[in-house]
């Protein structure tokens, strides 16, 4: 009976995910964890890591002009065919972006500490009333922030697949690239 609890962890384990960068068909690749994987689409390269299962995404130019990532052209379709924004930026001649999906929320850090309090309390009627005082301790640690841009802070789900529509311009000119990458199980 004493080793059940280790039992049951051992029987839950941790799940753990990778992705599959399966558009373009003749870019097929596996991201995993030791190394980046290599997607060259003419102009631009896209290096694919798996990291605390999240994808890392680095976009490379390698040209010796700059190139723009059109935010507002661009889009991502998560597994819910929901539309999700990308942010806008430009990309320097032998420069790279890195890009983290799904996007991990801001957090502030809390160091917690000797917290004094008072407080009124009103609970029924007009007779009933309460008044309180508490002295308590937090422990601290990281504390999300509410209120965030749902459509760029969203969930891969599960094993979805993902489509990413980025947009882009350089000399004049204005190109597109769509990649489509699952998530799965390992």
């Not at 280790?6 to 030791?34: I, M, S, V, W």
Request: proline residues 6%; contains cysteine.
């Amino acid at each position: 009976m004493r080793y059940l609890p280790f039992l049951f962890l051992l029987l839950a384990g941790c799940t753990h995910y990778e992705y599959d960068l399966n558009q373009p068909l003749d870019q097929r690749l596996h991201a995993g964890t030791k190394e980046f994987a290599t997607a060259k689409i003419d102009p631009l390269r896209y290096e694919l890591i798996t990291a605390e299962n999240r994808l890392v995404m680095e976009i490379r130019n390698p040209t010796d002009q700059p190139v723009a990532l059109a935010g507002d052209k661009s889009y991502i379709l998560d597994g819910s065919s929901r539309s999700r924004s990308v942010q806008g930026i430009t990309i320097a001649p032998g420069s790279y972006v890195k890009f983290i999906f799904p996007p991990p929320k801001p957090y502030v850090q809390d160091d917690g500490g000797f917290r004094v309090g008072m407080g009124v309390e009103t609970a029924g009627g007009f007779h009933d009333r309460n008044v309180g005082t508490g002295v308590g301790y937090d422990t601290g640690g990281p504390r999300r922030i509410g209120n965030l841009d749902e459509n760029y802070y969203w969930e891969w789900d599960d094993e979805d697949a993902v489509k990413f529509h980025f947009a882009y311009t350089s000399d004049g000119k204005s190109f597109a690239h769509d990649l489509v990458i699952k998530r799965t199980k390992t």
